[in-house]
């Protein structure tokens, strides 16, 4: 979990900005968005399989580019 100490002086806004974006780079939201509803076995194949697609379209047109 993550956590912020607030600075002398420093504004609640601030801190709590920072809060958020510690959570989200630990991926706490992610996590939650993930678990907010049910998904379909069937579903989840489909989505993990279109990402590994979208991944090797992506690799396979980088590795087209002329190099500098």
Same mark, same amino acid.
């Given at each position: 979990m993550p956590h912020v100490k607030i600075r002398e002086g420093e504004p609640f806004e601030r801190a709590f900005k920072r809060?958020? %974006?510690s959570c989200e780079k630990c991926g706490l939201m992610?996590?939650?968005? %993930?678990?907010?509803?049910?998904v379909k076995?069937?579903?989840a194949r489909k989505? %993990?399989? *279109?990402? *590994?697609?979208r %991944?090797?379209?992506k690799l396979?047109?980088?590795? =087209?580019?002329? =190099?500098?």
């Open positions: 809060f958020t %974006k992610a996590e939650i968005r %993930k678990h907010q509803r049910f076995p069937s579903e989505r %993990k399989s *279109a990402t *590994a697609r %991944k090797i379209r396979n047109r980088l590795s =087209m580019l002329p =190099m500098r």
